[in-house]
């Protein structure tokens, strides 16, 4: 980074690249269980889940992109290897191993209120410190605030669908 935007970085340096290589192998975990849970999904409105699941995938893997681009300019290291998704993740990955709609939507909206803490925990830490840093999770909270908000309103229609039967 250069010197000038490195000055303007008013906290741990290595710190902040831990918390963010944290939330990039959240995010690499998301992505996988938003993709993975499109492919095997099965049950009513199958066809808005799968969507729905498939537009979320691309937006975790933006949200990745934007960790990576800020953890190099803070000459940090991004995280290289899968074992370390494990390692490193807040949120941790859930399995759609029951693939009924309305279980991957549970699974897949604890995932987002979970990103949603963590990120705004983020925003926190660096509202003084790094003002860049700050806007890139500001940018991403938005988003996983709209994901929770999306599969919450997908859920309650299904719902509905099945007690008014
Ligand atoms: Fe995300
Ligand atoms: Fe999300």
Redesign the pocket.
Known sequence: MGQKGREIVKMNVDELINLLNKALA??WL??YQYWIGAKVVKGPMKDAVISELNLHAT??L???NLLVTRIVQLGGTPVLTPEDWNKLTNCGYDAPVDPYVGEILDQNIKGEQC?IKVYSALLDITREGDPVTYDVILT?LS??VE?EEDLQSLKEDLDLMLIRR
């Open positions: 959240d995010e998301a992505y937006e975790e933006t949200h990745a990103a991403i988003d996983e994901h």
